[in-house]
């Protein structure tokens, strides 16, 4: 009986540590928009930050690879809305939950890049999700050399 446990145990801390770690270092991110071609916005992909490139990859097919030392600009933005339509919705079953839907807020972090590479230029916009935001953003700012700059803070002028 002893022995069966520490067999379970030994096979456990080999097994565990072998899935947990057999992920393919990727960031899952959804496609906004930008001059990829054939990619629609709102399309799940993973982004790659590797040593000296970016990639992003649908299922096996590579939609971009922009080498590090091409990438111009990096900006960061959250687009912030009321929760209305949801509000709405639960309004009509119970008025004082939609009522307190509609004072939530959801928060949506997006993270553009540009790059030229030689007469080749580009750029895209992808929404990540709020546990990797801060990861992606570094590992962008850590390969490129390029400080990340906030777009809400930037002003726009006509």
């Keep these: 009986m002893k022995l069966s446990r520490v067999l379970f145990a030994a096979v ?11 992920g393919d270092g990727g960031y899952k991110v959804s496609y906004d928009g930008g001059s990829i071609q054939n990619a629609k916005p709102g399309t799940p992909t993973k982004l790659f930050i590797d040593a000296n490139r970016i990639r992003l990859v649908k299922g096996h097919d590579t939609w971009a690879t922009i080498p590090a030392s091409a990438v111009t600009e990096v900006s960061y933005g959250q687009d912030v809305h009321r929760r209305v339509g949801a509000a709405i919705g639960l309004a009509v079953v119970s008025f004082g939950v939609g009522a307190l839907m509609a004072l939530t807020k959801s928060k949506k972090n997006f993270i553009g890049i540009t790059w030229v590479d030689g007469a080749t230029k580009g750029g895209f916009v992808m929404q990540c999700d709020k546990n990797d935001y801060r990861g992606i953003l570094l590992g962008l700012e850590g390969v490129t050399g390029k400080k990340a700059v906030d777009s809400d803070a930037m002003t726009v002028k006509n």
């Design 12 to 22: 456990l801390s080999v097994v565990v540590p072998a899935v947990a770690f057999a």
